[in-house]
């Protein structure tokens, strides 16, 4: 019944329009005040210990070195680089969005962040060169859902932040800690790397079967000559990456150098930014931040709450005595976080539901790191779906194009991800073989 409530009370402050924040935190203050004895002084000190994370802090880090990057013309150099390398392909500029989205999304951490970034450059030219459109934006707004699966990712933060300090029961009565940003980081590699390349096969039948053109094939002095430019950027990846798993620094550390990395190739190297344009910078990412930690603050708050109703276990044993098992759960999994995907944007979705579905995962022999990244697919999808998808909204902005539009123009890539999201759940191995084979995971 407790259960029935919380939830009741948080769908119907949604339903009226409520931001997921403020919903969120009303929920928690009714509850405790009308079915608990919970003191208040253990609500307000749970509101500043809540954050209080050294994981957290790399959230706002990772959207500072993503503004830097978006607006320091790093993204044009990629973009110049996949055209030169794939352009000559069927639909070569589609292909080469796919290319530079995925190239992108392993310096942002962001999915709008990498359509930011490459559709403004990429829709209009593909546009300039007789592609339809609704093509252009389709692929980008797609490809562009990368940026939370290849690390680093900011959902993967909020995943690891959502189950910290969680230590459940597995199948056999063994304690399943959650998982670490290291191994969520890592974890996702093989499966972006996957995706990328199903997403750029999908680009190149769609093209070859329409008849879109392609570019003149470069010569490869012109191919190492786009990639000398883009250098810089490229770098940042082996700094960020090759510095968390060289045990030079932790991903909050990485967050940290990668932003201040970011201004300095910006302003200094590049030069395409401008010292007078850095406070523009620094506010629109201090309020991106802002509004991230204020949800995850409140989540915060809703998950102690649930946790301190044992409305977690309570749920998976119940599961448990229903019979459901390992398959059936991750199939309903699914079907839950692509509806919630639908009307949340992807951190309200994982901060509430990864505290709920985390143990129950764990009770059912689901590993912590794989149970990540299904979410994180599940989210990808959800930038692309109707009526709250981010990627459609900020594709629709840069190509003017209607969302009904942009929903018709996605919907190959979007068929193609689905298809992907059950090999991901069903073959643990794709995002749990690296990890292991690095020695970070038993």
């Given amino acids: ?156 933060v909020l995943y690891a932040v959502a189950t910290s300090g969680m230590a459940v029961k597995g199948p056999g009565g063994e304690r399943v800690y959650a998982a670490s940003v290291d191994d969520l980081f890592m974890a996702g590699v093989v499966p972006g790397i996957m995706l990328a390349t199903i997403l750029a096969l999908t680009t190149v039948w769609l093209a070859w079967r329409r008849g879109y053109p392609r570019s003149e094939r470069e010569s490869w002095s012109e191919r190492f000559s786009a990639l000398a430019d883009c250098f810089w950027g490229l770098a940042l990846i082996v700094i960020v990456m090759g510095g968390i798993y060289g045990g030079v620094f932790t991903p909050t550390e990485a967050a940290a150098v990668s932003a201040v990395y970011a201004f300095i190739v910006a302003v200094y190297i590049y030069r395409d930014l401008k010292l007078s344009d850095v406070p523009r910078v620094l506010l629109a990412s201090a309020s991106m931040s802002a509004m991230l930690l204020y949800i995850i603050t409140n989540a915060v708050l809703f998950s102690f709450l649930l946790t301190h109703e044992q409305i977690p276990q309570a749920i998976a044993d119940w599961l448990v005595a229903q019979g459901f098992g390992k398959i059936s759960f991750l199939a309903v999994v699914n079907v839950v976080l692509l509806v919630a995907g639908c009307f949340m944007e992807p951190a309200s979705v994982t901060l509430i539901l990864a505290p709920i579905l985390f143990p129950v995962a764990a009770q059912l022999g689901v590993d912590p790191v794989h149970f990540g990244i299904i979410m994180v697919v599940n989210m990808e999808i959800g930038m692309l779906t109707p009526p709250v998808g981010l990627n459609l909204y900020v594709a629709s902005g840069i190509s003017r194009l209607g969302l009904t539009t942009m929903s018709r123009a996605v919907m190959p890539w979007l068929t193609t991800m689905i298809g992907f999201l059950l090999l991901v759940t069903y073959w643990p191995d794709l995002s749990l073989a690296l990890p292991r084979w690095l020695g970070m995971m038993r």
Avoid: Q
């Fill in 1 to 156: 019944m407790t259960a029935a409530f919380i939830f009741l009370v948080l769908i119907a402050l949604l339903l009226v329009g409520m931001p997921v924040s403020i919903a969120l935190g009303l929920t928690v203050l009714t509850v405790l005040f009308v079915l608990t004895d919970v003191p208040l002084d253990a609500v307000a000190l749970k509101l500043f210990t809540g954050i209080e994370s050294f994981e957290l802090m790399c959230v706002p880090f990772f959207i500072l070195a993503g503004n830097f990057l978006t607006h320091g013309g790093v993204a044009r150099r990629m973009i110049r680089f996949a055209t030169a390398m794939t352009g000559h392909w069927p639909g070569g500029l589609g292909l080469a969005a796919v290319v530079a989205c995925a190239i992108f999304a392993a310096v942002s951490g962001s999915s709008p962040a990498t359509v930011v970034a490459i559709g403004s450059i990429m829709i209009p030219a593909m546009v300039a060169r007789g592609y339809p459109k609704s093509f252009g934006a389709g692929v980008v707004a797609s490809s562009g859902a990368l940026g939370i699966l290849i690390p680093p990712s900011i959902v993967m």
